[in-house]
Nanobody, 124 residues
Framework: QVQLVESGGGLVQAGGSLRLSCAAS????????MGWFRQAPGKEREFVAA????????YYADSVKGRFTISRDTAKNTVYLQMNSLKPEDTAVYYC?????????????????WGQGTQVTVSS
């Protein structure tokens, strides 16, 4: 199985940028569809972005499309989430997750492996 560790969160002003990293160990990320999710206080965990196992396909929530970019570096076994033009409503704990199944899913229930999360706070 794979172990995931997120980093890169922090406090940023609205309009700013952050890059989150998800370092994987135990198995190569090419084995999994990799996703980013977020959870704000009092809200359910929601899909943010995903990249398929082949690395050729990416998927985004409408709320982040055009602002966030998911990418991966198989040599470093790491997945990234570049977040630009951040808004206060992007404030949440961001989680990296891995799904070993064939198709990319947007629901968190399909993802078997999760990191501990990293806090992103966007001030207005």
């Amino acid at each position: 199985q794979v172990q995931l560790v997120e980093s890169g969160g922090g406090l940023v002003q609205a309009g700013g940028s952050l890059r989150l990293s998800c370092a994987a160990s135990g198995r190569t990320i090419s084995t999994y569809n990799m996703g980013w999710f977020r959870q704000a206080p009092g809200k359910e965990r929601e899909f943010v972005a995903a990249v398929g196992r082949s690395g050729d396909s990416t998927y985004y929530a409408d709320s982040v499309k055009g602002r966030f970019t998911i990418s991966r570096d198989t040599a470093k076994n790491t997945v990234y989430l570049q977040m630009n033009s951040l808004k206060p409503e992007d404030t949440a704990v961001y989680y990296c997750a891995a799904d070993p199944r064939a198709y990319v899913r947007r629901s968190p229930i399909w993802y078997d492996y999760w990191g501990q999360g990293t806090q992103v706070t966007v001030s207005s």
